[in-house]
T-cell receptor, first 115, second 115 residues
Framework: NAGVTQTPKFRVLKTGQSMTLLCAQDMNHEYMYWYRQDPGMGLRLIHYSVGEGTTAKGEVPDGYNVSRLKKQNFLLGLESAAPSQTSVYFC??????????????FGEGSRLTVL | AQSVTQLGSHVSVSEGALVLLRCNYSSSVPPYLFWYVQYPNQGLQLLLKYTTGATLVKGINGFEAEFKKSETSFHLTKPSAHMSDAAEYFCAVSEVTGGGNKLTFGTGTQLKVEL
């Protein structure tokens, strides 16, 4: 009964380092999303995917890349981390139902600090 | 473009008192509206959602919200607060397209429940 699992849960990076956050869902959902949460700003959409092999930009995509090679996994990459990317990152997934908003299921978050 | 405004970043109520969290939205199309709750160090979970039909929506844990198109509002209420309701609450609006259920979140309201 895992739902959406994010790894790692905590990470500290130095400016310029790279890293990848992994999101895995076991609900066979078509859609997956990466959000970042910052104090006083709510959650903002970074990138999303509507299916295996497809990705698209969200509201704040700069400095991030994503890949969806398998339906159950959605990877978020930082090629050269910056202090402005210090945040809590949430992955979410939802089912696909034409014209009907499927509920988003969220992971527990990954807290990233960039020094 | 869609947007959400949550009035009051912090709300404090006494246990047993009415909870009222305010949310106003802006959307160019008929909106789908959501309330999510986030407990400390956890991901977001769905409280309730409005899609079509009845404008008074009931959710989990005794919460409900009323969609008022004329006021572009979707305020969250609970008749009697419990200590376990202390959490952060997010209102969100959705634009359902071929690109999945992309939610735009408000900045959140931290609810404190006092004895």
């Amino acid at each position: 009964n895992a739902g959406v699992t994010q790894t790692p849960k905590f990470r500290v990076l130095k400016t310029g380092q790279s890293m990848t956050l992994l999101c895995a869902q076991d609900m066979n959902h078509e859609y997956m999303y990466w959000y970042r949460q910052d104090p006083g700003m709510g959650l903002r959409l970074i990138h999303y995917s509507v299916g295996e092999g497809t990705t698209a930009k969200g509201e704040v995509p700069d400095g991030y890349n994503v890949s969806r090679l398998k339906k159950q996994n959605f990877l978020l990459g930082l090629e050269s981390a910056a202090p402005s990317q210090t945040s809590v990152y949430f992955c979410a997934s939802s089912y696909s139902l034409r014209g009907w908003p499927g509920e988003l299921f969220f992971g527990e978050g990954s807290r990233l600090t960039v020094l | 473009a869609q947007s959400v405004t949550q009035l009051g970043s912090h709300v404090s109520v006494s246990e047993g008192a009415l909870v009222l969290l305010r949310c106003n939205y802006s959307s160019s199309v008929p909106p789908y509206l959501f309330w999510y709750v986030q407990y400390p160090n956890q991901g977001l979970q769905l409280l309730l959602k409005y899609t079509t039909g009845a404008t008074l929506v009931k959710g989990i844990n005794g919460f409900e919200a009323e969609f008022k198109k004329s006021e572009t509002s979707f305020h969250l209420t609970k008749p009697s607060a419990h200590m376990s309701d202390a959490a952060e609450y997010f209102c969100a609006v959705s634009e359902v397209t071929g690109g999945g259920n992309k939610l735009t979140f408000g900045t959140g309201t931290q609810l404190k429940v006092e004895l």
